[in-house]
């Protein structure tokens, strides 16, 4: 019965998309630029949790109650695009503006002899362009609390978060100044409340000054550790007859308390007067934990929503991911926008808002949608690229081709030697399971062709030589 209701739940949102999708094709809509920057910038950034985990995404869990607020009195983005499928190259995306595998990055960083044998770097190159240091030449004063993971610091030394930009620091899973606690088995489940409670002290400090500050929760990445207390109130989702609470309760808890703390920061900045003037993003850094994943069982409780894949994957499930934003007076409240935007926008859409001139020939990935923020619809100018190069054991229904594209209302993925290419309309077919590669070939030669040069461009790395396989396919 639970099944069915969720099943419900998700063919309900996948007709709403279709009819979003639609509508917005039909309607124009135009935003007037603010007169003023935003004098305070927050980037909350969840960790493997997943399209369908937000009530405001047709979630049944009843959980995320405080983070709904954001799309109570802002804007839900449904077609928002992470930079990758895991959780390194998703952030250089976003710090960068670039797609991660054009600098190197294609898994996540860990230590040196590791990196090498992936053929990835062991630190985002600090020279390069980034949102902090940029939105620092405005005049904000730049912070980072919580996940860095942008760098190893086994058997070298990565630079500090200072070196991109960051004038304060408090970071896990990076080189820096880290939480003495960060070892400590239920360290997780106190993680939120440690990155707001850093947040609310620095602007409070410089509650005068403009401000940018990325809010890089642990949150719901495994392993999964609430309290007995966090536990209690998903008593009935408890397994009847063991003594173990079971993967719905942990991940439900751990949700909760990720929940709890955007909504404690969310009423301090109500109650500082700091609200209005304060623009809010909340997404997360890739699709949910696979349930095939060792030791990392409950956290494959995390739903992709309607969509086919999870993190690992290039279809929808593992990059495509909420995009909550308020911004009151500026950004329209209550409103659903389908116009696709990416992690990698991040960087010269805030610099936009911020009133940094980017030069004309800096190479981004992005594009600016501030105005598709501030509420207009419209079509991107730039196509989005992924790659992910490994197999991964166990991964059948959700292992994608090596390649992904997405362009207007097509996304095509494809291995780098042209075999298994699948086409969808994903306006009409979130779910991608019409492969339409055989009936519109003008489309998948055009898309292929900028696929493969796109490609062409990566620094060479190894690729797993079973990786795009594919060991499953939807019925024709």
């Keep these: ?80 695009y992470t930079p990758a499928s895991v ?17 190197g990055f294609h898994t996540v960083i860990s230590g040196v002899k590791r990196n090498a044998e992936l053929g990835i770097l062991d630190f985002l190159d600090p020279e390069l362009p980034m949102l902090p240091r940029l939105l620092k030449s405005a005049g904000y004063r730049t912070a980072h609390f919580g996940k860095w993971h942008l760098g190893t610091s086994q058997g070298m030394r990565a630079p500090l978060p200072d070196a991109y930009g960051i004038d304060e620091h408090r970071v896990t899973t990076g080189r820096g100044n880290t939480w003495e606690n960060e ?131 290039l279809y929808e499930g593992g990059i495509r991911l909420p995009l909550l934003a308020r911004w009151p007076g500026h950004i329209p409240a209550g409103e659903v926008n389908d116009s696709v935007v990416a992690g990698v926008d991040l960087l010269p859409t805030l610099c936009r808002f911020a009133g940094v001139e980017l030069p004309d020939d800096m190479r981004l990935s992005g594009e600016d949608r ?14 989005l690229f992924w790659e992910w190069r490994y197999r991964i054991p166990g991964q059948v229904l959700n292992r994608s081709p090596i390649l992904a594209m997405r362009e207007g209302p097509w996304k095509l993925l494809m291995n780098p030697d042209g075999s298994r290419k699948e086409l969808y309309r994903i306006g009409e077919d979130p779910m991608e399971l019409q492969n339409l590669a055989d009936r519109q070939t003008d489309v998948v030669e055009s898309m292929s062709e900028s696929l493969r040069q796109w490609y062409a461009t990566l620094p060479e790395a190894p690729i797993d030589e079973d990786a795009g396989k594919a060991e499953w396919a939807w019925p024709k």
């Design 1 to 80: 019965m639970k099944f069915m209701r969720i099943s419900h739940c998700f063919r309900l949102t996948r007709l709403l998309l279709a009819l979003l999708t639609l509508w917005a094709g039909a309607t124009t809509v135009t935003a007037a630029a603010p007169e003023e920057p935003p004098k305070r910038i927050l980037f909350l950034f969840a960790d493997d949790l997943g399209w369908g985990d937000l009530k405001s995404n047709g979630s049944d869990y009843g959980v995320t109650f405080q983070i709904d607020r954001l799309a109570q009195e802002g804007t839900t983005f449904t077609q928002f």
């Design 183 to 313: 070892d400590d088995p239920f360290f997780r489940s106190e993680s939120s409340n440690l990155i707001v409670n850093e947040t609310i002290r620095f602007l409070d400090q410089h509650r005068d000054e403009r401000c940018f500050v990325n809010l890089w929760f642990l949150l719901t990445h495994a392993t999964l550790n609430p309290t007995e207390e966090e536990l209690e109130a998903f008593r009935s989702r408890m397994p009847v007859g063991t003594s173990h609470p079971g993967a719905t309760a942990i991940y439900l808890a751990s949700l909760r308390n990720l929940d709890v703390a955007v909504g404690r920061l969310l009423t301090w900045l109500d109650e500082q007067g700091m609200a209005e003037d304060t623009l809010v993003l909340f997404s997360s850094d890739n699709g949910p934990e696979d349930i095939t994943i060792r030791n990392a069982s409950h956290s494959g409780v995390g739903s992709a929503g309607p969509f086919r894949g999870r993190k690992r994957s």
């Design 87 to 103: 959780c390194s190259p998703s952030r250089v995306g976003v710090m960068s503006g670039r797609f991660p595998g054009e600098l």
């Design 370 to 383: 501030s105005a598709v923020l501030l509420g207009a619809r419209e079509a991107r100018s730039k196509s």
